[in-house]
């Protein structure tokens, strides 16, 4: 999926979050967001997703202005440096909800959700609760039901940020590596120089 944000801002009140700014994405990048702490990269990626509007300008994708366009209705998953689970289900369970929403059959989402548990070294884990994991297998279950839907555009909000020192390090060369076959476009936002370098 292409991106484009034209000349986008957004004011809360009278104070503003995003100045005027513009960027392009092409189909299928890894893109990195590098910035501080509060400096807008969750922001920008939030109207992106469409999960905020903007005060003035657009934002398109694949050459269609989708400005006003709910959420729902958009091809995006977005993982937080602050993971969710659904406390209830398995790790299987949990990253199987999307596959399962969208209507796959049952040998598609045991495919696919072993495909991602491999890559995320989630596979012992399967039949597990999410109270039962580390914090790092918890943020990588949240991580593996995010990139499971197959989503056009991927927005990771500092994931690794929770992970150990040694699991950070080996994802952080293999996040560009898994998206190679999906086509997605990947903005990854981080305060990490180190991971800026992806």
Known sequence: MSIELRNVTLRVGAEPHIYETSLTLKPGGFNILLGTTLSGKTTLM???????KPTTGEIWTNGTNVTGLAVQKRSVAMVYQSFINYPSFSVFENIASPLKVAGLGKQEINEKVHRFADLLKLTPML????RELSGGQQQRTALARALVKGAELVL???PLANL?????????????????DTGSTVVYATTEPLEALM
């Not at 039949?127 to 999410?130: A, D, K, V």
């Open 164 to 180: 150990d020192y040694k699991l950070r390090e080996e994802l952080r060369d293999e996040l560009p590596k898994l998206f190679e």
């Open 46 to 52: 939030r109207l992106m997703a469409g999960l905020e």
């Open 156 to 158: 990771l909000d500092e």
């Open 127 to 130: 039949n597990r609760l999410p």
